[in-house]
Structure formats: structure tokens, C-alpha cells
């Protein structure tokens, strides 16, 4: 079946531009995550979503930086007034039961690869 | 905090030349591993979970092991598509996310 859909698969901003990145997460999918990976990095934390719920936010860099998913399906993440160091690979990830134990694995799309210049 | 260590940082191999990536960490309690691969371009792309210490999961050419202190993703006679970054992850500890480690580049010449 499809896997995880992320779009637009690069996207390039001047500094100081708005940003929204999707995610189309695999359909039944409970948990749905967001992840920011530097050149040379493995990937970073940025938020969680069970459903519609946002339970973590924790890893969210600045308050410049928004993620919702409305209706437990499609995410968008939002970067406003972006900066350079907002350039990253910004991963997706899915997964069939509740947070990221064991019960069903993090399925990653292809990211989105955001250039700030 | 929990840390995850990956060594070493890139690993070059012949094709059918045998070797063993490493995963440490520093945890409050240790609640299983995951193995990751990635290619370049791609998202990680699940390989392995290992639960408790002692475990050992295998995977064609790949096998790997958890300790209560580190894990090994072991490569038998690698092939050059196994060219990739190995990933290693451990839950948080109130399993909202997976901590990454910096990843092992893996490059098998024929």
C-alpha cells in the first residue's frame, strides 16, 4: 500500500518567508510524528500528534515553528519568518498504535528538503 | 538526558569483508532499541527492534544484538547495496519519541 507522502519534496525560501510542509501519514495510522534532520545527523525530535491530540511538542525549536493535523490524517508543519538555520531535511513518520514503543514501528516519508536563503 | 552514540562515524568495506557497527547509550532505564537504514534521498526505513538485553534479531546479511549497554548491528559478507546510514534509536522515556543517534555511513566496494 502507499506509505508515508511528504510534499513539496523541496521547497526553497528567502529569509523571512512563511512555510507549510505536508505529510500524508498512512491511512489508519494513529501516531504521527515530526522530525528535523541536519546534514551529517541523525534525525531530531520536533513533535507528536496521536489523533488529532498534540501530546508533545517538546522539540518545537522556537515559537516560529507550528504543527497541527485537525482531523487525525494530514499534518502540516509551519515555519514563519524562516532563518537560515531552519535548513534541514523535515521528516514525517507514522505509526499504527499509540507513541513510539514497540507495538508498531515509525513508518518515515522521503522528507521535505527546506533551503533557506 | 538519554544519549545515543553511534561508531564509527563512517565504515568503508570490500565486498564479502565482514564487520560490526556499534550503538551506545546512556538511559534511566533501558526500554529496547531500534535499528534504522537510510539511503540518501529517503527517509529511515525500519530494520530491526530488540527488547531486552540479551536479544538477537537477524535480517538477511544483518544481525543484531542488544547488551545492557550497547547494541551491534553485525554485517556478514556485506554486498554494495547495503551501502547506507545505519540509525540506532531508543524510545524517550515517556515513549512520545524515538532519540536517534548520528548514524554510521556504510559504503561496500566491489
Known amino acids: 500500500g502507499a506509505g508515508v507522502s511528504q510534499s513539496p519534496r523541496y521547497k526553497v525560501a528567502k529569509r523571512g518567508q512563511d512555510v507549510a510542509l505536508r505529510c500524508d501519514p498512512i491511512?489508519?495510522?494513529?501516531?504521527l510524528f515530526w522530525y528535523q534532520q541536519a546534514l551529517g545527523q541523525g534525525p531530531e525530535f520536533l513533535t507528536y500528534?496521536?489523533?488529532?491530540?498534540?501530546?508533545?511538542k517538546s522539540g518545537l525549536p522556537s515559537d516560529r515553528f507550528f504543527a497541527e493535523r485537525p482531523e487525525g490524517s494530514v499534518s502540516t508543519l509551519k515555519i514563519q519568518r524562516t532563518q537560515q538555520e531552519d535548513s534541514a531535511v523535515y521528516l514525517c513518520?507514522?505509526?499504527?498504535?499509540?507513541?513510539?514503543?514497540?507495538?508498531?514501528?515509525?513508518?518515515f516519508g522521503n522528507g521535505t528538503r527546506l533551503t533557506v536563503t | 538526558e538519554d544519549q545515543v552514540t553511534q561508531s564509527p562515524e563512517a565504515l568503508r568495506l570490500q565486498e564479502g569483508e565482514s564487520s560490526s557497527l556499534n550503538c551506545s547509550y546512556t538511559?534511566?532505564?533501558?526500554?529496547?532499541l531500534f535499528w534504522y537504514r537510510q539511503d540518501p534521498g529517503k527517509g529511515p526505513e525500519f530494520l530491526f527492534t530488540?527488547?531486552?538485553a540479551g536479544e538477537e534479531k537477524e535480517k538477511e546479511r544483518l544481525k543484531a544484538t542488544l547488551t545492557k549497554k550497547e547494541s551491534f548491528l553485525h554485517i556478514t559478507a556485506p554486498k554494495p547495496e547495503d551501502s547506507a546510514t545505519y540509525l540506532c534509536?531508543?524510545?524517550?522515556?515517556?515513549?512520545?519519541?524515538?532519540?536517534f543517534g548520528a548514524g554510521t555511513i556504510l559504503r561496500v566496494k566491489s
Open positions: 513518520a507514522s505509526s499504527l498504535a499509540s507513541g513510539a514503543g514497540f507495538n508498531s514501528p515509525l513508518h
Open positions: 491511512s489508519g495510522h494513529v501516531s
Open positions: 500528534f496521536q489523533n488529532e491530540a498534540q501530546l508533545d
Open positions: 538511559v534511566s532505564g533501558l526500554r529496547g
Open positions: 530488540l527488547y531486552s
Open positions: 534509536a531508543l524510545p524517550g522515556e515517556y515513549g512520545n519519541k524515538l532519540v
